[in-house]
């Protein structure tokens, strides 16, 4: 099952009421920008939309998305154990509960006059209504709108790799909505203003219209204040039956949560594990908000005293798409009993929507062939005596800054910072050949990048930062190794102690850039004239063939392009990433 449809069944009910209020919502404002041109376009283009929107089956349609979402959230709401949560879904939710507040009487103003009152709602009558007293209120309605629905679009959608290509253009479109919107309903309200100080005309819009009279006036301002005050209180009853559920479980049974290389919690019985890690303010990753999609929340059963439920089906399809072994488990899914102990899997500092791709099978242990790099910045000890710490460190973030971008733009993975330098690996989702491919397109971008750093820092530093490079390929051990939050997903193996080989063979040389001859073998590049030598690594037992480049920027062309069509891929997931 696909990322994006994963979940239970009021999770996707959700989702897609979500998706067809979005979907009217962003037509809704397109509609409005038209206003930029005129008012007659903006009504002509409503026409179409109204064809399908007020039809019996468009009104059926919008108002049990509408009642469902709605509905679906407070219930979410009431169900809750906790409100600490990340800041993005706190957002979301202020959002979308503020909504309507401010929606459901727009709706008595356009729908239920057209309805009830036989009012012709068209963008004249709206606009004389609403410009210029009600303007900032529409406005920060078509925001809120507009903010709550791409915030949840866009951590839907990121759980996707083919997201991350199309991002910063939905990111463009995402600005150019609300603005034109807003730039239309300002530009058609003020001339709207303009056209009815003629009394003669506003008396025909008044005809054309059927303005509502004072007693329908009155009427609709009662429906207002009554649809506002019955939504304030639902609300107040979910907010009182989440207080009345939080008090009595304080007072119920309890659990204890015992984290490997973490705390030990004790929580009232009921909320799942990623609540309680939350209330706790035990760090804990979740990239998709605890809604059994990402299975970035997982973690591994070391001990418990009362037998865990079999997992629903939401959870069981998230951990088989990464292969989980029977004690790994969803945090967003479990509700602990008793004694519990667990080990979080993935580090949420340092956990992202990749973290989605990695899969739990390689986690115990396994063997891929992969390109791996060694970057050391030349002669730092010398160029850190007599400087402040706080000029070290910032020497050490530019130079990562931009070395760091290098590698992710091309499709690597920054395994480990070690001091002065890192390990980064190549190939993971695309193979050796193009994994090897992308480690010499990095090292070539990262000697350019070299450039704008060091005129940027020369004045201050005293001289160019240098650097040293060492690739190469084979066969490594990947899995994750270390001790309770100190666990991270590595790599070990012959290839590691190759490239840290190489990358100390630079400092002997005139090059920056030393890797075996596997790596060019494995890129498709058969260099001649390059600087070449044998070199014997200690704890390997034949030589190892090694070519030098002097820069990265010599590398040939030809290793430059992207010569297939997962190189292709790679680097346009990848660099929507930077």
């Known amino acids: 099952m696909h990322v994006l449809k994963r979940g239970d069944a009021l999770q996707l009910l959700r989702l897609a009421s979500g998706l067809i209020l979005f979907l009217f919502a962003a037509t809704h404002f397109l509609n409005h920008a038209l206003g930029l041109i005129s008012v007659d376009l903006m009504q002509e283009v409503q026409q179409w939309r109204w064809a399908v929107t007020r039809s019996l089956p468009g009104t059926i349609v919008l108002a049990s998305a509408l009642v469902i979402h709605v509905s679906l959230a407070l219930f979410k709401l009431a169900q809750r154990t906790t409100l600490r949560m990340p800041p993005w879904e706190f957002i979301q939710l202020a959002l979308g509960l503020s909504i309507p507040f401010l929606l459901l009487p727009h709706i008595v103003n356009t729908r239920i006059a057209h309805d009830y009152f036989g009012v012709n709602d068209i963008y004249a009558y709206e606009l004389i209504r609403l410009w210029p007293d009600s303007a900032v209120t529409q406005s920060v309605l078509l925001l809120l709108v507009w903010i709550h629905g791409c915030i949840g679009l866009h951590f839907w959608l990121r759980l996707a790799p083919q997201y991350r290509r199309f991002s910063v253009g939905l990111l463009a479109l995402a600005i150019f909505v609300p603005l034109a ?8 309200g003020r001339g709207m203003a303009q056209v009815i100080q003629d009394p003669a005309i506003f008396s025909n819009i008044k005809t054309m219209t059927h303005w509502p009279s004072e007693k329908d006036f009155e009427a609709l301002a009662r429906y207002r204040s009554l649809v506002r005050t019955e939504y304030i209180i639902l609300l107040g009853v979910v907010a009182g039956y989440f207080l009345l559920t939080y008090f009595s479980r304080l007072t119920g049974p309890k659990v204890r949560v015992s984290y490997v290389g973490g705390p030990t919690v004790t929580a009232p019985e009921g909320p799942t594990l990623l609540e309680i890690s939350r209330n706790a303010k035990v760090p804990h990753a979740s990239v998709c908000g605890g809604r059994a999609r990402c299975s970035t929340c997982r973690v591994r059963i ?8 079999l997992p629903r089906f939401p959870e069981v399809v998230t951990l088989a798409s990464i292969g989980a072994p029977e004690n790994v488990r969803l945090a967003c899914q479990i509700r602990p009993q008793g004694h519990l102990t667990v080990s ?9 929507p990749e973290a989605v791709a990695l899969s739990e099978e390689h986690s115990t242990g396994a063997e891929k062939s992969l390109a791996v790099m060694f970057v050391d910045l030349r002669d730092f000890t010398r160029l850190a005596e007599k400087r402040l710490p706080f000029d070290i460190v910032f020497i050490l973030n530019e130079f990562f800054g931009v070395v760091g971008t290098a590698i992710v733009g091309e499709g690597g993975r920054i395994d480990k910072f070690l001091g002065d330098g890192l390990l980064a690996v190549f190939g993971e989702q695309v193979g050796l050949a193009a994994g090897c491919r992308q480690a010499l397109r990095a090292a070539r971008a990262i000697d350019l990048a070299l450039d704008h750093v060091n005129a940027k820092l020369e004045e201050e530093v005293g001289r160019s930062l ?9 066969t490594l051990v990947v899995g994750r190794i270390g001790f309770g939050e100190m666990v991270d997903f590595t790599v070990i193996g012959t290839p590691v102690n190759v490239a840290s080989r190489l990358e100390s063979l630079t400092k002997e040389t005139s090059c920056q850039i030393m890797l075996s001859r596997a790596v060019a073998e494995h890129a498709g590049w058969a260099p001649t004239t390059e600087f070449t030598t044998t070199i014997q690594v200690r704890g390997v037992a034949d030589p190892v063939d090694v070519i030098g480049i002097v820069r990265g920027r010599d590398l040939p062309a030809s290793i430059l392009s992207a010569t297939s069509d997962t190189d292709v891929a790679a680097r346009t997931a990848a660099t929507s990433q930077v």
């Open 344 to 352: 979080r899997i993935l580090r949420p500092g340092s956990t992202g």
């Open 302 to 309: 070391e001990k418990t005293s009362t037998p865990l439920p």
């Open 181 to 188: 919107a807003l730039g239309g309903f300002y530009s058609a």
């Open 466 to 474: 240098r650097v040293g490079i060492g690739v190469d390929a084979g």
